[in-house]
C-alpha cells in the first residue's frame, strides 16, 4: 500500500477480500501508515503490519511474504511506488516483497492527473507491463481538494472484483484490446406509463459492468451506454452516457456502434412500451373501469446494429432464455443468433436466482460458425474474459 490519500479506501478493499474468505497481509509504506495507522489494518487482517525488513528477521520477511501470496494487490499504486517498481528499487517491506512475489501483481494507481500523464508515469507504467505486471487504469473524479480528472482510485468493489477474478484465472487481464474501440450495453430500460410507473425488468446491469471493467484493463477504449442499474459504481477506465428508455438506448447505440471495433449488447432491453404515457399519475376508482394498457412493440436493437455495422466490426449479443414446450435454452438461443445475425451470443439460463440480481452468472458462448462451448459458472467478471477472449479470437485472426 503506497502513501496516498486514497489509503483509506484500502480498508474497504481489506473488509471485501476477507469477509470473502481470504487471508491477507497487509505490507504498507511509511507514508502509508501517516494516512492509515498500522493498528486499523491488523484489526481488520489479523496480521501484524511491518514496514521494514528488520522486523522478524529470522522470518526472513521481505522474501516470505512475496514467495507465499496467490496475489499482490498495491493499493493505492503511487507514482513514487510504480517508479520504484519499474526500476527495481527495494528500500522497504514492500518493494522487497514486489521484487520477491512469483504471482500475480496488480497495481491500482491513484495521483493527480498530470502525475499519472506525465512521460516518466508513462514509461514506468509500460515497463512494469511488458513485464506481465497488471497496471489497471485508474478512474476519472474527484481527485485530492477541488481537481477532477483522470487518477482516482478504482472504487474499492471494482477492486475486489478485479481480485476475484485474477485468484480464479491468474491470466485474465492481457493487454490483448489495446487499439479496439469497444461499446457495451448495461441495465435494463424503463418505458414509462404515468409519472411514477413504468414497464420494466430485472437487470441489474452488473454483467454489462463487468463486460466494460474487463475490457478496459485489457486495453480497449471503451464506451459503456448503461440503463438502468443498481447503484454500480462506474467502471475505471470506461466513459459512461446513461440513458433510461429503449429508444434512448437504441440512439446512443447506434451512435457509439459508428466508430467502434466491437458491439456488446448486454442490456436488457423492454420488447414492448405503453402506446401513450399518462400525464398524471393513473388512479384506482370503485366507480370506473380498470384501464387497458395499449403496448407499442419498441425496436430490435440488436438486429439494427448487426444490419448497420460497418466492415469488420465483431457483434455480441445476449440472451436471457428460458426452456418451455417448444424447445430448451439452447436450443431457443440457436434460433436468436440465426436471427439476430450477430457473430457471438453469450446465454443465460434466467429464473430461480439466476442471472439477473445476483453476483454470479454462467452460460453458453455460440458463435456464428456454429461452434458452442459452456462458460461455467463464476463471477460476472469471469463471464466477461470468457467474452473478451472470444472477441480477441475472433477480430484477430
Known amino acids: 500500500m503506497g502513501g496516498g490519500i486514497a489509503a483509506y479506501k484500502a480498508c474497504e478493499v481489506l473488509r471485501g477480500l476477507t469477509e470473502s474468505g481470504h487471508d491477507v497481509r497487509v505490507v504498507p509504506t511509511e507514508a502509508a501508515l501517516r494516512f ?23 522470518e526472513v520477511q521481505h522474501v516470505r511474504v512475496g514467495k507465499e501470496a496467490d496475489l499482490v494487490l498495491v ?12 526500476h527495481g528499487i527495494a528500500d522497504d517491506l514492500l518493494t522487497n516483497t514486489l521484487l520477491t512475489a512469483r504471482c500475480p501483481v496488480v497495481f491500482f494507481p491513484a495521483m493527480h492527473t498530470e502525475m499519472w500523464e506525465h512521460p516518466a508515469t508513462r514509461d514506468n ?3 512494469l507491463r511488458r513485464r506481465g505486471t497488471v497496471v489497471t487504469e485508474p478512474a476519472a473524479g474527484r481527485l485530492t481538494g ?8 478504482a472504487d474499492p468493489r471494482e477492486i475486489v472484483d478485479v481480485a476475484r477474478l485474477l485468484l480464479a ?11 479496439l474501440k469497444v461499446v457495451v450495453s448495461a441495465g435494463g430500460t424503463r418505458e414509462p406509463l404515468d409519472p411514477v410507473r413504468y414497464l420494466g425488468n430485472r437487470s441489474s446491469g452488473k454483467q454489462g459492468y463487468a463486460l466494460a471493467r474487463v475490457a478496459a484493463q485489457r486495453g ?4 459503456l451506454v448503461a440503463a438502468h442499474t443498481v447503484a454500480l459504481s462506474e467502471p475505471a477506465g470506461a466513459r459512461v452516457e446513461h440513458v433510461s428508455t429503449a429508444e434512448e438506448l437504441r440512439v446512443a447505440m447506434h451512435a457509439a456502434a459508428e466508430v467502434a471495433d466491437v458491439v456488446v449488447m448486454a442490456a436488457a432491453v423492454a420488447d414492448f412500451r405503453p402506446a401513450s404515457r399518462a400525464e398524471h399519475k393513473i388512479k384506482k376508482s370503485d366507480d370506473q373501469p380498470d384501464p387497458t394498457i395499449v403496448l407499442d412493440r419498441n425496436a430490435d436493437i440488436l438486429a439494427e446494429l448487426v ?3 460497418p466492415e469488420g466490426q465483431a457483434v455480441v449479443g445476449f440472451a436471457a432464455e428460458t426452456g418451455d ?14 436471427r439476430k445475425g450477430c457473430d457471438l451470443l453469450v446465454v443465460n439460463a434466467v429464473g430461480d436466482g439466476k442471472a439477473f440480481e445476483v453476483e454470479d452468472n454462467g452460460g453458453w458462448l455460440l458463435a456464428a460458425d456454429g461452434t458452442e462451448r459452456p462458460i461455467p459458472l463464476g463471477s460476472k467478471a469471469q463471464l466477461a474474459a470468457a467474452v473478451w477472449d472470444a472477441v480477441v479470437s475472433l477480430v484477430k485472426r
Open 307 to 309: 444490419a448497420a455495422r
Open 325 to 338: 414446450e417448444h424447445g430448451s435454452v439452447l436450443e431457443h438461443a440457436r434460433a436468436k443468433l440465426k
Open 220 to 223: 480497449a477504449d471503451v464506451t
Open 36 to 58: 492509515v495507522g498500522a493498528a486499523t489494518f491488523e484489526a481488520l487482517s489479523g496480521h501484524p503490519v511491518h514496514t521494514g525488513v528488520f522486523t522478524e528477521v529470522p
Open 169 to 179: 484465472e491468474p491470466a485474465a487481464l492481457p493487454r490483448d484490446l489495446d487499439g
Open 146 to 153: 477541488v481537481d477532477t480528472g483522470k487518477g482516482r482510485l
Open 125 to 127: 507504467v509500460a515497463a
Open 75 to 86: 493499493v493505492p499504486a503511487t507514482a513514487n511506488l510504480i517508479a520504484k517498481a519499474a
